[in-house]
């Protein structure tokens, strides 16, 4: 730690700056993953993917890396116009130098704070701003991004299992028939799931299930 801190007091002023900034720029990236998690569509995708893999009781199939994958796909798909308006109005003039650091920061946190409001529910949103000491916001944008986040993510969670509940009632109906069959048939010891697995595989392949379910994502936001 002293010879961290001597480095910066031998350093002449250009390179403590640049130091700084590179230090800035390892924070954020090292906080990229959260906030792409927190900030965007990829929560509730990803939660629904699984509740639907979970639904057809396929184990490992579709694996978790093209789970992922898609998700993160799709979550650049939807997040495409927010991320275009980022650029414009901050890291362009940014690049550019027509704002600094800080101006950029405010400007790219606007489409955010636009988009994720538009999926917050009112109650979440109260939750967090009960807890803070501040005065209430009288915008949007007022909202400080550490309110705005937990309670966007609180939102998107509650969505993403309602979504995943409605997957669920057909396969579940699928399940309860097998076992009420089988039952009937005096099959007891033979496993419901072995039987309704190729059922459930067949309804979802005949309905068409993934463009069923990806419409219903795209639609969501």
């Given at each position: 730690?002293?010879?961290?801190?001597?480095?910066?007091?031998?350093?002449?002023?250009?390179?403590?700056?640049?130091?700084?900034?590179?230090?800035?720029?390892?924070?954020?990236?090292?906080?990229?993953?959260?906030?792409?998690?927190?900030?965007?569509?990829?929560?509730?995708?990803?939660?629904?993917?699984?509740?639907?893999?979970?639904?057809?009781?396929?184990?490992?199939?579709?694996?978790?890396q093209v789970?992922?994958?898609?998700?993160?796909?799709?979550?650049?798909?939807?997040?495409?116009?927010?991320?275009?308006?980022?650029?414009?109005?901050?890291?362009?003039?940014?690049?550019?130098?027509?704002?600094?650091?800080?101006?950029?920061?405010?400007?790219?946190?606007?489409?955010?704070?636009?988009?994720?409001?538009?999926?917050?529910?009112?109650?979440?949103?109260?939750?967090?701003?009960?807890?803070?000491e501040a005065?209430?916001?009288?915008?949007?944008?007022?909202?400080?991004?550490?309110?705005?986040?937990?309670?966007?993510?609180?939102?998107?969670?509650?969505?993403?299992?309602?979504?995943?509940?409605?997957?669920?009632?057909?396969f579940l109906?699928?399940?309860?028939?097998?076992?009420?069959?089988?039952?009937?048939?005096?099959?007891?010891?033979?496993?419901?799931?072995?039987?309704?697995?190729?059922?459930?595989?067949?309804?979802?392949?005949?309905?068409?299930?993934?463009?069923?379910?990806?419409?219903?994502?795209?639609?969501?936001?």
């Amino acid at each position: 730690m002293d010879e961290f801190i001597q480095f910066f007091n031998d350093s002449p002023p250009d390179d403590v700056a640049t130091s700084v900034r590179l230090l800035l720029l390892l924070t954020v990236l090292s906080l990229a993953p959260g906030i792409l998690i927190l900030m965007t569509s990829f929560t509730r995708i990803v939660i629904v993917l699984s509740f639907v893999r979970t639904s057809l009781a396929t184990q490992q199939m579709p694996p978790n890396q093209v789970i992922v994958g898609l998700a993160l796909f799709l979550t650049f798909f939807i997040m495409a116009p927010v991320m275009s308006e980022v650029n414009d109005r901050a890291l362009t003039p940014l690049f550019n130098e027509e704002i600094d650091l800080e101006t950029a920061y405010e400007e790219a946190s606007i489409p955010f704070k636009d988009f994720m409001s538009q999926h917050t529910r009112q109650k979440d949103l109260e939750l967090f701003l009960s807890y803070t000491e501040a005065e209430r916001p009288e915008t949007i944008q007022d909202i400080p991004l550490t309110v705005m986040v937990p309670a966007f993510a609180l939102s998107e969670i509650k969505t993403a299992f309602q979504m995943g509940f409605m997957v669920f009632i057909p396969f579940l109906v699928i399940d309860m028939v097998v076992a009420s069959v089988l039952m009937s048939m005096g099959m007891m010891m033979l496993p419901p799931v072995m039987i309704s697995l190729p059922f459930k595989i067949l309804l979802f392949i005949l309905v068409d299930g993934w463009y069923l379910v990806m419409q219903s994502l795209l639609q969501s936001f």
